[in-house]
């Protein structure tokens, strides 16, 4: 597939040497892959209810068994007393994504992040000042103004699933979100939206030729085709009314047995193509693939 735009920028923070190692921080699992080619991922379950992703809260509930299956991952590579570093990709709502649009965006890194600060201000829920903020530009859009894509996450938030990775004397050099790394797997053709479930959380995307140009992400009260189609549906009708064209790809992700009856279901109801993203840990995948080092027989993990 060609490489989007997206990670290229999120791992262009990167200095040498490269990180040795990349960790996915599921709902019911964190999974370890070594950064080479062709390197097996291996996983540890987590116990129900120990990680609980929110934008705005604390997310690890049970910190000793995060940091159990972590010592566990590392179990498996051998014992190494030098410090390694690491990849840290966090689940789906544990940030908050916008794109946000500005009419004209500041070219000095210094102005820029104030601004961005600003028009966050009047959409979290605690103080801007607290939060870690990330973000990255869009190409200009057709009207002359520039979209960027921002992920606030209060900084307490980073640092409780930070803790366990020092202890194990890893650094940590780059956090993201699974989402954003997946969509390294998704060619920057036509226009696609992505429905990736994780736990009971339903992220949804509209990418319009390798730009992202809206995200969200939604608790869903429970899992059923009828309440994922009810935030699906609309976003389908916005990308039409937005971009000109209708949504030409539905990608789905982490359907599990929901998969094919979701498949036939939208396929026939939106009149879209209908593909899926078969790995189980999509952001490590994502984030692997963006280093050249996904595998053609890579399935995930390989090891509970």
Not at 29 to 36: I, M
Not at 46 to 69: F, K, Q, T, W
Not at 163 to 174: E, K, T, Y
């Amino acid at each position: 597939m060609i490489q989007s735009p997206i990670l290229a920028k999120l791992t262009a923070v990167f200095q040498d040497p490269p990180p040795e190692l990349a960790f996915e921080i599921g709902p019911s699992a964190v999974a370890l892959a070594r950064a080479v080619s062709g390197a097996p991922t291996f996983e540890e379950e987590l116990p129900p209810g120990a990680i609980s992703p929110s934008p705005v809260r604390d997310n690890v509930i049970e910190p000793e068994a995060l940091s159990h299956a972590i010592k566990a991952l590392l179990g498996k590579l051998g014992s190494s007393r030098r410090q390694r570093r690491a990849v840290l990709i966090l689940p789906d709502h544990s940030a908050r994504v916008s794109v946000l649009d500005f009419d004209k965006f500041p070219d000095k890194t210094e102005d820029q992040l104030p601004l961005l600060q600003f028009r966050l201000k009047k959409t979290l829920p605690y103080d801007v000042d607290s939060a870690v903020i990330s973000y990255f530009t869009q190409p200009v859009t057709k009207k002359g103004s520039r979209e960027v894509v921002a992920v606030a996450t209060p900084l307490e938030v980073i640092a409780r699933y930070e803790a366990p990775f020092r202890a194990a004397n890893i650094h940590v050099g780059m956090v993201t979100i699974s989402h954003l790394a997946m969509l390294d797997m998704v060619a920057p053709v036509g226009v696609t939206i992505a429905a990736k479930l994780s736990g009971g959380i339903l992220t949804v995307m509209a990418i319009d030729h390798g730009v992202l140009r809206l995200v969200r992400s939604l608790e869903l009260t429970e899992i059923t085709l009828d309440e994922i189609a009810a935030d699906l549906y609309p976003t389908f009708a916005y990308s039409e009314d937005s971009f000109g064209s209708r949504p030409e790809t539905l990608l789905l992700c982490g359907f599990g047995g929901l998969a094919l009856e979701a498949a036939s279901r939208f396929e026939n109801e939106l009149s879209a193509k209908v593909e899926s993203i078969p790995f189980r840990n999509p952001g490590l995948a994502g984030y692997l693939h963006s280093r050249k080092l996904l595998s053609r027989d890579w399935k995930g993990a390989v090891a509970a």
